[in-house]
């Protein structure tokens, strides 16, 4: 697609969204407001959680844990579990 046309119709949408708030009684469109700035903060919440995991983790990869054998050493460990479903 030609990047041109894309970037036209996203402007298009976003117009389009704001004629269709522009219309709407002043309670909706506060509560449409209070949605979208509460979906912006969870993005943000989620984008700062997924950046912060993933750098920990390079963290893990490039100052591992070591045993006397010279092994790495996982730092979670898993444990069996039984279940009884009776």
Known sequence: MNKEFAKKLIKAEILRYQAIKEILPEGMKHGIETLERDAGNLLKDI????????????????????????????????????????
């Open 47 to 86: 984008a700062m959680e997924i950046i912060s995991e993933n750098f920990s983790r390079q963290e893990n990869v490039s100052r591992p844990d070591q045993d006397n054998t010279g092994k790495t050493e996982d730092k979670k460990a898993v444990k069996r579990v039984d279940v009884d479903f009776n």
